[in-house]
């Protein structure tokens, strides 16, 4: 199972780790902490050499409730990022934390190797023919709504079906546009309450059925710390057991803010994988 990265076939065979560059001052977890040079290229660094293989940067925050961000704005705040980022780190493969088609075209022309969009295509009619135009790997994450108003669209019929299915119309309308390197993230906390999100983690199994890489982003979400009674900076050993949940299941990229945690947690896994008889 690979995809193509700027001419580069990542295999993601053995799960990758895909660390976590939020340049919006409003993030759940860790907003505004990088917001000059010197503290964002610390931070991709230091998770370069944790064993990051892709970064994923965002300048529009989609925490629940987040505040409106114009498209030019979120222009500014990612492209000289990105310029910044392959200037010192060349070789580094950048995702995209977008859905605007505008933004991933001009963030591919400038060296993003990645889109990564929460909506799908929902929120952006151009999108899925900027990915066809572009032909970079496309990650289609599950959400309803907005993240302005995705924790009202929480009702299902039956969660896993419904995901499936939405799954299975997005995959119909990318093979239809020969969008060849699509990843799924089941978008855990996007229009999922808690219970939701950990029905979902269970089954995640499920969807190795649609045979397409799968990504998940569980780290230091509410799922985990409301259930601790504690808060994101204290999420770090629940995020990790989860990671290890995940993968069981067959996470092929884990999303996250600790890079170093997240790639031990895929060595033991893989040698726990290695090992059954």
Known sequence: MTINCKGDLVDLTVPKVMGILNLTPDSFFDGGTYKDEASILNRVEGMLNDGATFIDMGAYSSRPGAEHVSED??????IPIIDLVLKHFPETLISIDTFRSKVAKESV?????????????????????????????????HMKGTPQSMQKEIVYDDLILDLKTYFSEKIAKTTSKKINDVILDPGFGFAKTTAQNYTLLHHLDLFQTFGLPILIGLSRKSMIYKVLQSNPQEALNGTTALHTVALL?????????????????????????ANAL
Do not use: S, W
């Not at 799908?120 to 990650?139: H, K, R, S």
């Not at 299941?249 to 994988?273: S, T, Y």
């Open 249 to 273: 299941k067959g996470a092929n990229i884990i999303r996250a803010h600790d890079v170093k945690e997240a790639v031990e947690c895929v060595k033991l896994v893989e040698v726990l994988k």
């Open 109 to 141: 022309a400038n060296g993003a190797a990645i889109i990564n969009d929460i909506a799908a295509g929902n929120l952006d009619e151009n999108m899925f023919d900027t990915i066809a135009d572009l032909q970079v790997p496309y990650i289609m994450m």
């Open 73 to 78: 704005e979120e222009l500014q705040r990612m």
